[in-house]
């Protein structure tokens, strides 16, 4: 367990260095006298995200391809999608999301936060039930991938076995308290859902982050019963941590997909032919690998990022 969580540390402080604080340019300045002549063709795009392995590899890979292609990139990575979403679109031209996430953000935004969540479990599905949200945000989705990673919610292995716990059903009437990212404190998909639909008593929420060695830590040392994280992480088996099964689904469909100002789509058609081959390549499967060799091998994002590109002839 304490390898595991030094790797998880390690994970958590190369995404740190790659994207300093929060609104950092995780290209370390691309706007600077040293971009080439090429980068400048077509002028700039600024990308947003959340700061999170994941995130943080595909934001790169965005960042990578929109390079390649001659933009000027410039990308901020923030704590939570609540914090970029005020300025895109505006500020921020494009930003690597989840499809449910998105969809239902914009409802929560619209209706309140207890409109009815949209819980689709197709991509495509929950994008077109959305679709009028979207509209109205000025924002366009592109080519949805066949890649998800749905928010998922993990104990300790003993917990596990000692309650008697498998699914979130199991923890119904229980006390618990939350370890997690920042806005998941009434959140349908997260502290919300878990508190209305399974009836679980949340008594507290830790803002210790998303799938973060912090969040993993403080279910490890009992100071938190329940931790969040993704369906992708390839790293709580050897934490002695357990995903409990989302047995009422709570979880809407978070296909990977970019999002873009409609705006900005409209004067750079282009993204989309740079963008959508690499939805096409990746896969759920895929993905799953990729954030291992992040959270195993030590690997940077970036290098992650170059390398998968690389191995699908999307970069030369």
């Known amino acids: ?178 370890a997690a990212a920042p806005d998941c404190e009434g959140r349908l998909d997260c502290e919300g859902g878990l508190s209305d639909q399974y009836g679980i008593d949340v008594t507290k929420v830790l803002e210790l982050g998303y799938a973060s060695d912090q969040t993993y830590q403080s279910v490890i040392d009992g100071e938190s019963q329940l931790g969040e994280t993704s369906t992708t992480d390839g790293t709580l088996e050897s934490q002695g941590l357990v995903v409990l099964e989302d047995d009422k689904a709570i979880q809407p469909a978070q296909n990977l997909v970019p999002a873009v100002s409609a705006d900005f789509l409209a004067d750079h058609a282009d993204v989309a032919d740079i963008l959508n081959p690499l939805m096409a390549a990746l896969t759920t499967e895929k993905l799953t690998e990729l954030n291992g060799k992040m959270a195993v091998d030590r690997a940077k994002p970036e290098d992650v990022a170059k390398e998968f590109l690389t191995s699908e002839g999307l970069l030369g």
Not at 9 to 23: E, F, Y
Not at 96 to 120: H, R, S
Request: proline share 3%; hydrophobic share 40%.
């Open 1 to 178: 367990m304490h390898l595991a969580r030094s790797l998880a540390a390690v994970l958590a402080a190369s995404a740190l260095a790659l994207t300093g604080c929060a609104g950092d340019d995780l290209s370390n300045d691309k706007t600077s006298d040293d971009s080439s002549s090429a980068s400048a063709d077509k002028g700039s795009v600024t990308i947003a995200g959340q700061n999170f392995p994941e995130a943080t590899l595909v934001a790169s890979m965005y960042e990578q391809l929109l390079e390649d292609a001659g933009y000027t990139v410039d990308t901020k990575l923030v704590d939570s999608r609540d914090a970029y979403m005020p300025t895109f679109p505006g500020d921020v031209d494009i930003v690597p999301e989840y499809v449910g996430g998105i969809v239902n953000f914009l409802n929560a935004q619209a209706n309140g936060d207890k409109a009815e969540p949209f819980e689709a479990g197709d991509g495509q599905q929950l994008a077109d039930d959305g679709k009028s949200l979207l509209d109205d945000a000025g924002i366009t989705l592109l080519d949805i991938s066949p890649a998800t990673d749905t928010n998922a919610f993990f104990v300790t292995k003993d917990y596990s076995e000692s309650e008697g716990v498998t699914t979130l059903s199991d923890l119904e009437g229980k006390s618990v308290v939350l």
